[in-house]
């Protein structure tokens, strides 16, 4: 590589607990001078929300949360931000609820405290992401990072397991992912590292046993690890496939993600020796894509793309728009052939492959 590397570090304040949420967010909230709070929380996520605002006031509740932020629910959360003359955004749930505040965020300037609930990520990531009808826009824009993030294992208790396998696993993609993304650099792959190290531990003992809450810690310091690294490193060629695929097709975000992983490792990793080296002893065998294919075998993750509603028709569009957006320096060029046949293994649940140089 020539020339100086660039590594940009975006400011938070983040706090890991474990049953704390609703003491460090009424700390937090006091902390900022807040006064007129506006809870950002789907339906499902309500009871949730109750817990996490016990020792606050609260000045308005949005609740109209639709996966990938639809323009027309940031348009309400914008407004009701204004109704209720919020001046903090707290957002507790999913990504697509921190997803929805990030949106209020983005056109407000009203910071927003965000208590995750899924393994997402996105509350460590300036990064957001509207849609109108088929099209996915995403940016990045300081306005939308969390000011804070309070962690709490205890809320992620209650996520059935294949969701907190396969959202385990979107987190563990961003780790990866950094490795070749276009701005990686050996800040961000020092994050990715260690966030994959906690996850690759972690999730296979919540996999197993879901109230495993000290896992379930592990895991959140990982996925703030990965959501950092993959802040500073961008989209590397998983995250564009999964971007066309969300963006175009509305697959379940987490799912999709845990069963194109394998298949993008499998892809990338003979023409990367770095990322090679760096994951080899997080697994064992200690040839990491053989030993990360063991290791999701223990997760019994979906492994089909046709499962969440992906028809075969679609690949041939899928191809064509994912090719576009591959990243110029991937560490292996990519043809629209591979890129397709990739999808195909991906769409009938094959088992993934190194593919061969
Ligand atoms: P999600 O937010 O849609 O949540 C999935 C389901 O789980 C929802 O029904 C939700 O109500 C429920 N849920 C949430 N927490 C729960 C809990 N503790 N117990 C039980 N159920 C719970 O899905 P997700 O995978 O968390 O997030 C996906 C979205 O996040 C996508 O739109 C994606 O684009 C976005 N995202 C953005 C970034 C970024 O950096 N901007 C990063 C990752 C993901």
Not at 36 to 65: H, K, M, P, Y
């Amino acid at each position: 590589m020539t020339g100086s590397t660039v590594y940009e570090s975006w400011a938070q304040r983040v706090i890991f607990g474990s049953g704390t949420a609703s003491e460090d967010v009424a700390a937090e909230v006091k902390r900022l001078g807040a006064e007129r709070v506006l809870v950002v929380a789907a339906a499902a996520e309500a009871l949730l929300a109750d817990e996490v605002c016990a020792d606050i006031e609260v000045a308005g509740t949005f609740s109209a949360i639709e996966p990938h932020v639809p323009i027309g629910v940031a348009q309400a959360v914008r407004a009701a931000a204004t109704q209720h003359r919020a001046d903090l955004l707290l957002s507790v749930g999913g990504g697509s609820t921190t997803g929805a505040a990030k949106a209020a965020a983005l056109t407000t300037g009203l910071p927003i405290l965000a208590v995750p609930t899924t393994y997402a990520g996105s509350e460590a990531t300036p990064v957001w992401g509207l849609t109108e009808g088929a099209r996915k826009v995403t940016g990045v824009d300081a306005r939308v990072l969390p000011a804070v993030v309070v962690y709490d294992a205890a809320l992620t208790l209650s996520l059935p397991t294949r969701l907190t396998v396969t959202s385990g696993l979107n987190a563990l993609a961003h780790c990866v992912d950094s490795l070749w993304a276009p701005r990686r650099n050996m800040v961000s792959s020092a994050l990715a590292v260690e966030g994959a190290r906690a996850i690759v531990g972690a999730l296979p003992k919540v996999a197993r046993d879901g109230g495993d809450l000290g896992a379930r810690r592990d895991i959140l310091v990982g996925v703030y690890l990965g959501g950092v690294a993959f802040a500073g490193a961008g989209s590397g060629l998983h995250h564009k496939i999964c971007h066309v695929l969300g963006g175009a097709f509305n697959l379940e975000h987490a799912a999709m993600h845990s069963i194109v992983l394998p298949h993008a490792v499998g892809f990338n990793l003979p023409f990367d020796p770095a990322a090679e080296q760096r994951l080899a002893p997080l697994f064992s065998p200690a040839e990491p894509f053989v030993g990360l294919v063991e290791w999701y075998a223990g997760l019994d993750a979906p492994t089909a793309l046709s499962e969440l509603g992906l028809a075969n028709g679609d690949l041939e569009l899928a191809a064509d728009l994912i090719t576009e957006q591959i990243p110029a320096d991937n560490p292996r060029p990519v043809t629209r052939t591979q890129v397709y046949e990739l999808l195909e293994r991906a769409w009938r649940g094959d088992a993934p492959v190194l593919v061969p140089v």
